[in-house]
């Protein structure tokens, strides 16, 4: 008999969940203008990083589309700290701004804690100011009325919306960067979602078995392929977060932390592109409704 997770693995779309999220979020969009409330997403963006521009543009793409006011700050690679803290103060200060974030990574030599610190924290809308990681370390089983970091958001709304549940699944997350590894174990450790998390790193002894233990894998290295078919559970469920950009016949193109032949094991896989990315896009622009709806 065959299992149920053999054949290839199915396909956790984020785009086409993404577009829901942002159907969902227009009708909210509207509700607020209608009491006369306008959300504003700001972002500050410091350079010419040719993927940080698109990721920008991406964003305000985005907030056309739901119906949210956008206000596009970029500043030229040479601004100093102060000059980007003098733009972060502009925003906190304007109130068609409701939540802003700052395009990462900073120019070298910038101080990117100072200026994730130096944002008011209700108008984080990348949930990543130490206030609002701090009430997701102290809140474990009530209600969280502060943003959430978006990526790891994304992780469980894509998980969740095709029906699988991750009550009592171990889950393993490779990698210990900000934006994800470091916040994510936070919140699939909350009362309400209830996963067991073990998080992996450069320096983790024997990942393959740490990996091959897990109902569920959260790749978030920005390592091509680093997750292949042999460290993966038959059946597991797995999330390609990292990218990283690839040469392939000579020709540059993304490449995430799974390689080919996972989806032969994996029971759910998160396509990369078009799997979390999008999803991050969707619940930034959720963590800026939300704020607005706070006011
Ligand atoms: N302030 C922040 N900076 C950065 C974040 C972040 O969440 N906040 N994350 C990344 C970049 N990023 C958003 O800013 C981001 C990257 C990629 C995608 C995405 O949708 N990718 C597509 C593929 C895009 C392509 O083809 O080039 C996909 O996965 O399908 C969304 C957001 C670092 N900086």
New binding site residues.
């Given amino acids: 008999m065959r299992a149920p997770w053999e054949g290839k693995a199915r396909v956790l779309d984020?785009?086409a969940t993404a577009s829901q999220i942002k159907t969902e979020l227009r009708e909210r969009v509207e509700a607020l203008r209608a009491r006369g409330v306008v959300p504003g997403l700001g972002t500050i963006l410091v350079g010419d990083d040719p993927?940080?521009h698109?990721?920008?543009a991406?964003?305000h793409r985005d907030c056309q589309e739901v119906g949210i006011e956008s206000i596009r700050v970029d500043l030229p690679g040479e601004s100093t700290e102060a000059d980007i803290l003098a733009a972060v103060e502009r925003l906190n200060t304007d109130d068609a701004c409701t939540g802003y974030?700052?395009?990462?990574?900073l120019p070298n030599g910038v101080d990117t804690n100072r200026i994730l610190e130096a944002i008011d924290p209700a108008k984080d809308a990348?949930g990543?100011h130490p206030m609002n990681l701090g009430r997701l370390v102290l809140r474990v089983s009530e209600e969280i009325d502060s943003p959430l970091?978006?990526?790891p958001r994304a992780v469980i709304e894509l998980v969740e919306r095709a029906g699988i549940d991750l009550a009592g699944k171990d889950v393993v997350v490779v990698g210990r960067g900000v934006?994800v590894g470091r916040s994510i174990g936070l919140l699939l450790t909350r009362k309400y979602v209830n996963a067991t998390v073990t998080l992996c790193h450069t320096g983790t002894r024997d990942l393959a078995s740490k990996v091959r233990s897990a109902d569920v894998v959260v790749a978030a290295t920005g390592a091509a392929g680093i997750i292949t078919p042999d460290m993966v559970k038959p059946g597991a469920v797995v999330l390609d977060v990292g990218?990283s950009r690839v040469e392939v016949d000579g020709k540059a193109r993304?490449a995430g932390d799974v390689a080919d032949g996972v989806d032969e094991v994996a029971l759910a896989l998160s396509?990369?592109?078009?799997?979390?990315?999008?999803m991050?896009?969707a619940l930034?622009l959720a963590n800026v409704v939300e704020a607005a709806e706070r006011l």
């Fill in positions: 984020g785009k993927a940080s698109t990721y920008v991406g964003k974030i700052v395009q990462l990574p990348d990543l970091p978006c990526t934006t990218v993304l396509p990369n592109p078009g799997g979390v990315g999008p991050t896009r930034l």
